[in-house]
């Protein structure tokens, strides 16, 4: 097991995806009629639009790439 320390800018990306992945689930979860209706939703709401976790990895490729 490895681990990085990295910056308060790169945590706050994490912290802040993360929340954005939830709040989306929670709104696509809302408007769901059915697990299929659900799943259906998400993959949707996925593939219009860039997900917040792209934005996190690139944070930490950035903070690995000072390191290295």
Do not use: C, D, G
Not at 4 to 27: D, M
Not at 33 to 38: A, Y
Request: glycine fraction near 0%; aromatic fraction near 8%.
């Amino acid at each position: 097991m490895q681990q990085i320390y990295i910056t308060e800018a790169t945590w706050t990306a994490i912290y802040a995806a993360k929340n954005a992945v939830i709040n989306k689930l929670r709104k696509v979860a809302e408007s769901a009629m059915s697990t299929n209706n659900l799943r259906e939703n998400i993959l949707i709401a996925y593939s219009t639009t860039i997900p917040p976790t792209e934005t996190a990895i690139e944070f930490i490729k950035n903070e690995v790439r000072k390191l290295l």
